[in-house]
């Protein structure tokens, strides 16, 4: 069967929601009655190894899928929709295909885990929860108390970003922001009242340091950012402080992290992300031994969060998975599909290149 459009990676709900936004758009007479999606589980190369089919002009997918090399040569344009924020897993793409990601990504749920994330480390909610056994009070740590004098930095304060900035702000933190593009920000309404400062400055002050960066793995772009946090460039903090990561692991590397724990130079990580997603389920899900040194540090950034043995709070890359999130994902896909649609099959509104090099 040909299909209109195939939605691969898609799970439980955000399956769900595809379905109904689909029908929607059907009966809204902007789809054709004769409109025919494939939903499923699996990822692009899992689905062509099973069925014999040529992949339809569009597809949306998620950061699993392996696109095959005559899709991404067609002579004829194909269009991609990623279902997550990130797209650095199909910005080599951007020259042969039309490519959009989810601008308005779960932009509350990724920044309410950040803040949580927050709160835990400062609250040392490890230590506090495993001294209830015994009611101990005597030798527990003091946690860092929330106040204006503890500052947070904000790394890439893009839709999720500023969220991120804000909830930190109202909560009672000083906030300030490091991103890239601030001089462009500056000038919007929306961020007129930022904060906005230098990387080598942010370091030298921050109690707290978020990162909500995109992954750019080109490594001749200017928004290349693998390794952005090093030990050189952390190292450079005058205070001890508190690590949380909520968009790609491969910016804040985990070796140089957990050896930074240990120096207590760091005193609490976050962590939705992890370095090399796949070796790491992989390692965790099939006891597969990894040679590699954050594949490994990641281990035990999760074995211990998991024995609530040290200050960290980790999780499998669930920012988004809150109750709304699932339906907002769907809609927005969705909506980069009607567009395409009414648009000629031109390409989409939003797509990359975001920003200009």
Avoid at 1 to 9: C, P, Q
Wanted: charged share 25%; aromatic share 10%.
């Amino acid at each position: 069967m040909n299909y209109d459009i195939i939605h691969f990676e898609a799970l439980g709900k955000e399956a769900d929601y595809l379905e109904i936004e689909t029908n929607n758009l059907i009966k809204e007479n902007i789809l054709p009655k004769d409109f025919k999606s494939l939903i499923t589980p699996l990822t692009v190369q899992e689905y062509l190894s099973e069925n014999n089919i040529k992949l339809p002009e569009i597809i949306t997918t998620k950061t699993h899928s392996i696109l095959p090399s005559d899709y991404i040569n067609s002579e004829t344009k194909n269009n991609v929709i990623t279902r997550s924020a990130g797209y650095d897993h199909l910005e080599e793409y951007q020259d042969n295909l039309n490519i959009a990601s989810l601008r308005e990504y779960c932009v509350n749920a990724v920044a309410q885990t950040a803040l949580k994330f927050g709160l835990c480390t400062c609250g040392l909610l490890n230590e506090y929860v495993k001294n209830t056994q015994s009611f101990e009070r005597n030798k527990t740590n003091s946690f860092m108390e929330i106040s204006e004098n503890r500052t947070v930095t904000v790394y890439g304060v893009g839709k999720i970003g500023s969220r991120v900035y804000k909830y930190f702000e109202d909560v009672g933190f000083n906030v300030q922001a490091v991103d890239i593009r601030s001089e462009v920000l500056k000038s919007q309404e929306k961020y007129k009242n930022f904060n906005f400062i230098s990387k080598e400055d942010a370091i030298l002050n921050s109690d707290i340091i978020v990162n909500v960066m995109n992954l750019t793995k080109i490594k001749n772009s200017k928004f290349y950012n693998v390794n952005y946090f090093s030990e050189e460039y952390l190292r450079k903090n005058k205070k001890n402080f508190i690590f949380i990561n909520v968009t790609r692991g491969e910016i804040a590397p985990e070796s140089v992290l957990l050896k930074l724990y240990s120096e207590k130079k760091i005193l609490g990580l976050g962590l939705d992300v992890f370095s090399h997603e796949s070796e790491l389920t992989e390692d965790l899900k099939n006891q597969n031994k990894s040679n590699d040194i954050d594949v490994l540090a990641a281990k035990k950034i999760i074995n211990s969060a998991i024995s609530s043995k040290e200050n960290f709070y980790v999780q499998a890359h669930q920012g988004f998975n809150s109750d709304l999130a699932a339906k907002s994902k769907a809609h927005e896909a969705i909506e980069h599909l009607k567009y395409w649609y009414l648009h000629d099959k031109k390409g989409f509104k939003e797509q990359l290149p975001y920003y200009e090099e």
